[in-house]
């Protein structure tokens, strides 16, 4: 199947806007309250998955277990462009272990792609905790996200900084801590607006995601 279109455009803003990369990423809660907080983008699968990364111990994880159902919304400062995507997002913790794995792929629609299988996710999870930085990785090993500050005792001896990997057996546990509450959020885009506020008149494109994997384009009054 060809490129949905809206990739080349997301693609192309990417490339001339490198910097651009976090988003507001809204879920719903348990009591189906919306949340929106901002994200880091960490890439695109080849069958067109958008990946961020999170805490298994956030809000988010919860909200998606709730209702994977989210909206992006990313504007491109430079460029003046917004994307707007609508689509169904899952937590991936340690892929291997997950019994909900395969609910996983099938909501991502990736039954039978590359990216079916639990050892492409780990892969794709331990390439993404090795290139983010040691400052991040330490958030990680640190107490519940949320928890109140006066129940977390220790907060001056927090580690700064963790590396990766390490053959220290002590520092080792630190990594695999850590590690265990590092999760890819995955997200499968269903509907995608792209909104061009530079040229005059403004441009507004929407696709929309069929039945048999085909987009379909519209181009709306701005
Ligand atoms: C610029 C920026 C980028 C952020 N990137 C991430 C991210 O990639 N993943 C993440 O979990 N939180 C990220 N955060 C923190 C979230 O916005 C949020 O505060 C945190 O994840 C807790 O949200 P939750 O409890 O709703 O899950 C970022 C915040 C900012 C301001």
């Known amino acids: 199947m060809s490129k949905p279109a809206w990739t080349s455009a997301l693609e192309q803003q990417l490339k001339d806007n490198p910097k651009s990369v ?3 990423f809204s879920t719903l809660s348990s009591e189906n309250k919306p949340k929106v ?9 080849p069958s067109n998955i958008l990946l961020t990364t999170t805490d298994t111990r956030m809000s988010k994880p919860a909200h998606l277990a709730h209702s994977p159902t989210v909206e992006i919304a990313w ?5 003046n462009v917004q994307f707007r995507i609508t689509g169904q997002a899952y937590s991936l913790p340690l892929t291997t272990t997950a019994p909900e794995f395969p609910t996983i792929i099938k909501g991502l629609g990736l039954e039978g792609k590359e990216e079916g299988n639990a050892e492409w996710w780990e892969k794709k999870r331990k390439e993404l905790w090795g290139s983010v ?3 991040l990785r330490a958030g990680f090993g640190r107490p519940t996200p949320g928890k109140k500050l006066e129940e977390v005792e220790g907060s001056d001896k927090w580690p700064e ?8 057996p002590e520092e080792s546990k630190t990594i695999t801590n850590a590690l265990d509450h590092f999760a890819i959020i995955a997200i499968k ?3 995608v607006e792209y ?3 530079k040229p005059i008149p403004n441009r507004r494109t ?5 039945g048999d994997g085909s987009w379909q384009e519209t181009k709306v009054a701005p």
């Not at 907080?37 to 699968?45: E, F, L, Q």
């Not at 504007?75 to 460029?79: A, G, L, P, Q, R």
């Not at 929407?206 to 069929?210: D, S, V």
């Open 22 to 24: 976090t988003y507001a």
């Open 37 to 45: 907080r901002y994200v880091v983008h960490r890439g695109v699968t």
């Open 206 to 210: 929407q696709w929309a995601l069929q």
């Open 133 to 135: 930085s040691g400052h």
């Open 75 to 79: 504007w491109i400062e430079n460029t």
């Open 189 to 191: 885009p269903e509907a």
């Open 161 to 168: 900084t963790i590396p990766a990997e390490s053959d220290d």
């Open 195 to 197: 909104l061009e506020l």
